[in-house]
């Protein structure tokens, strides 16, 4: 696979705006960090690439967007959070689930979230984030992330998102696009763009001879003077730290940090983002009170 990369693009007239990634080394990496199965695996990297375009839509670095699937099916639920510099996190509860394919034959992700609801979260570093919150419409993330443009943020949207699996269960390629018109759009526009749009049947069967996310959106925005405007490496990537594990464990409150120590038993504190674990001993665990004691 050659390295993830992400574009965002717009079409000539500047009626549509259009973003595009490629993202199967890094949706490799989170298979291979949480074991996850086929299904996990194509829930996961949906919702990854979904993620990554989404953040690329952000203001200021410090922004952060998170994508919330809960559903009643195996997987549970899934969560991803992007920032604006093309860096993702993300786990599925459940990775261990296996299902029949679908009657399409392919990996059946809508019967592994089943029916719920989907959450995104806008960060902007304000006492409180933004918060919209939808029904899951098929539990296939693509349509339920287009039905929240339009009843959240009332944008026109169209998404394709893929994974597709190698017979020894690795990731051959993954990506996606989200294409979105913009409010001057004319008729005539919105009508080749769905024409473009019932010419892309799957995804990853672009991906699998192009494996780039410009070749993508060429496809999508065929005839329709494309612009690239921008273009960024993506990858997997956490933040989590021994300090902001001490962290996590100070927010439990005295009480319990002392029913802790009085055990004498190492505290383990893992990261669900990239399966890490932070170990603190006694002495760290003192510390910790300390802190707790002197705020």
């Known amino acids: 696979m050659n390295n993830d990369h992400m574009i965002r693009a717009i079409t000539g007239n500047e009626e549509v705006r259009a973003f595009a990634v490629t993202s199967g080394n890094l949706v490799e990496e989170a298979r291979r960090i949480h074991a996850n199965s086929p299904i996990a695996t194509a829930a996961l990297g949906r919702t990854l690439s979904a993620a990554l375009m989404m953040g690329d839509m952000l203001k200021n670095e410090k922004d952060l967007i998170t994508i919330h699937i809960q559903g009643d099916g195996p997987l549970k639920q899934i969560l991803a959070t992007a920032n604006m510099n093309g860096e993702v996190k993300g786990y599925v509860a459940d990775p261990s689930v296996v299902l029949p394919p679908n009657k399409q034959g392919h990996l059946n992700v809508g019967g592994g979230i089943g029916k719920g609801t989907l959450t995104v979260i806008k960060d902007y570093g304000l006492k409180e984030p933004y918060v919209s919150q939808v029904p899951l419409v098929t539990g296939e993330i693509a349509e339920d992330l287009t039905y929240y443009y339009a009843q959240s943020e009332q944008t026109p949207t169209a998404i394709g998102l ?5 017979k020894d269960v690795t990731v051959n390629c993954a990506g996606g696009f989200i294409v ?14 769905e ?15 192009r494996q780039d996310p410009e070749d993508l959106l060429r496809v999508v925005l065929d005839g329709m003077d494309m612009k690239v405007l921008g273009s960024k490496d993506v990858r997997f990537a ?21 029913e802790m120590i009085q055990k004498g038993e190492d505290v383990h504190v893992n990261c669900e983002f990239c399966g890490k674990v932070y170990t603190y001993g006694k002495k760290d665990m003192e510390d910790i009170l300390a802190r707790t004691q002197n705020k």
């Open 162 to 166: 893929g994974v597709l699996m190698n």
């Open 195 to 209: 024409e473009n749009l019932k010419k892309v049947t799957s995804v990853t069967e672009i991906l699998r001879e």
């Open 180 to 193: 979105q018109l913009m409010p001057a759009a004319h008729e005539k526009t919105i009508a080749k763009l």
């Open 238 to 258: 956490c933040h989590c730290s021994r300090e902001k594990g001490m962290s996590a464990i100070a927010a439990l409150g005295k009480k319990e940090i002392e």
